[in-house]
């Protein structure tokens, strides 16, 4: 176990609600929000909301932006898949198989780890199959499908393409110190292998804010597609979608 005196931890969160049964308070859960209004400025926020974080699953948006900026010609369903924690169903599978094919590569080149479709139906298919996790089940396969396909476009090497200093990693790194209106001071790992960056709790909520609203064709691209195909972007019965 680490030393949880070595963490770079800061004691900022706070309750931001509660378990309760029977008019007792069975636990906490603790965190910082915030809401910005239309210009960017904060209309509201509970604990430190210039906390540093890693937005994670949150960035997939902005990565399919930059993707899009430099040449991925996806619409539509594939273009949503791009932006996903989909749900490893069989459309998913197949959009994933799309977007390698038009890359003229196959699910050799995904570095995203093997893992069970999050979809609990079809786990428990393969499961009574006797069959295992693949790469194309891992949620984020459709991400990883479209980063190498924007690799092959730009003449750019598909076996780095997860290295911060990959020219893809670099452009996504711009592309969210761009929207977030704040520079990243620190790149780790996600759990899919990916470049993973630091912003604050106000930064990312920024980040949104300027996408939602933004006039830039790119943006309304990425988004159109993810709002008019919400089961490519989750899945079928999934809260998000």
Known sequence: MSDAGSWNYRGVSVPVAYVVRSGLVEGAHFGSAVVVDAQGK???????????MFPRSSSKLMQGLAMVRNGLPLKDELLALACASHSGEDFHLAGVEDILNAANLDTSALQCPPDWPLDEVERDTLLAAGLGKTSSYMNCSGKHSAMLFTCVLNGWPTDSYLDPAHPLQVAIKAELETLAGEKI????????????FLLSVAGLARAIRNITISQDPIHQEVMAASRA?????????????
């Open 185 to 196: 001071t620190l790149t780790s790992t996600d759990g899919c292998g990916a470049p993973l």
């Open 229 to 241: 195909f919400p089961e490519m972007v989750a899945g079928k019965g999934r809260l998000t979608t």
């Open 42 to 52: 904060v209309e509201w926020s509970i604990g430190d909301v210039s906390t540093a």
